[in-house]
């Protein structure tokens, strides 16, 4: 990639969660500029994605709030501040320059150069589900799908989804039209996915335009990654045999740790070891805050991860300008700060 | 109460429940691997376990909550249950399950 390709800032932020996002607040009042990078194609880490309807008693001051309504205030918060979002991209390496600096690339090729980087992702990245079927990772981008990226890939295929939420259903009705055949399966007559979306999909069966089974994936038959057919099982544990040349499980998200494992850093148990003055890691000019943390009385609460991302920022002030002062002040009181925030 | 836990390699684990907790939080005490993700929230069925023979049917039934996330666990079966949705009571003194794969 060539250098007027590389985006320059002064901090990459690795995780767009509640505490990526308030480090975007903290580093802004100090000048600092930020880009955030995160696989989800939202900011929210799990707020956003496990409960975002769900209440939070224990942010200072909000007696209660739900997690995406935390999410839109954070982003109310920050928006003075112009973060730059990378969304539904992975950081998969980080390196140091020899200029001091450093550099992240991402596997949509985005490659960002920063003085510091901060992690703030969380419980690790979230990544699609894999179903424990034997050696499915064999076929995974060749003929095992956990996303559409593009819908005419599967024109004229003898496709099988797999799954009972909205994911499921969505490609269920998406890509009947353009299939030769498509089978759903499910391990209930049953489905999470919205009523609406059912119906169609029923009725699609009905006319006999797909077909449904209550059944699960047992085995996965084919050469090279390329599926010829797989063992379904079903609700009275009978198996038999169907032809398919793509499987396109939907299970919702997990998080993995993922390429951060890579990165060269000190980790224990999936964490990274952080002081309690800097929360940087042992690498210099790398901090680590929020739930991929760790030091000696941790929580993995979100006002612990606002604390660690307001020091933090002093830390990285002082790698990205350095011999420049730091002066303490609070926002009430400094005219500064107050037209940093556009409050003024 | 007793749980009997069976892990992913088939060992089996006695271990303890006390009253008033989910079975997926005496599972995560006694240093089994599950996930448990949402932390009990019933919002990412990877706390997933399948419930022993008779056990299942001597269950409180499962809300329509947990029915639904179900649906995201990746190899349910006729006796899947989240633990998290499993409180402990002496009456289930003995639960035999066993923890779903990853
Ligand atoms: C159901 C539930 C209820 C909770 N209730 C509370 C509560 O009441 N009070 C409280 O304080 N806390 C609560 N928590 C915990 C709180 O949500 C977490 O502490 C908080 O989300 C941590 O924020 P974070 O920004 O550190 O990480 P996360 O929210 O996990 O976000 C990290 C982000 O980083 C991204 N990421 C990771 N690696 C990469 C990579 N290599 N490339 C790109 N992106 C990457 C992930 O996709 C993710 O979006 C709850 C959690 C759950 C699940
Ligand atoms: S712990 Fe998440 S559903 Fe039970």
Known sequence: MSDDATIETDVIIIGAGPIGLFAVFELGLLDLKCHLVDILDRPGGQCAELYPEKPIYDIPGIPIVTGQELVDRLLEQIRAFHPHFHFSEMVQSLTKLPDGRWQITTDADTTITAHAVVIAAGGGSFVPKRPPIPGIENYEGKSVFYAVRKMEQFRGGNILIAGGGDSALDWTLNLAPIAKKLTLVHHRDGFRASQHSVNQMRELVNEGKIDFHVASVKALHGEDGVLDGVTLSGADKTEWHHETDALLPFFGLTMKLGPIANFGLNLHENLVPVDTEKFESTTPGIFAIGDINTYPGKLKLILSGFHEAALMSQAAFRIARPGEKLRFQYTTSSSSLQKKLGVN | ?102
């Open chain 2, 1 to 102: 109460m007793k749980i009997i836990a069976t892990d992913r390699k088939g060992k089996i684990h006695e271990i303890d429940g006390n009253d008033g907790w989910t079975v997926m939080e005496a599972l995560r005490d006694a240093g089994l691997p599950i996930a448990a993700e949402c932390g009990g929230a019933c919002a990412c069925a990877t706390c997933h376990v399948y419930v022993d023979g008779e056990w299942f049917e001597k269950l409180p039934k499962q809300r329509a909550e947990e029915t639904d996330m179900l649906d995201m666990a990746v190899a349910a079966e006729s006796n899947s249950r989240l633990s998290c949705q499993i409180t402990c009571t002496p009456t289930l003194d003995g639960l035999k399950v066993t923890l779903a794969p990853e």
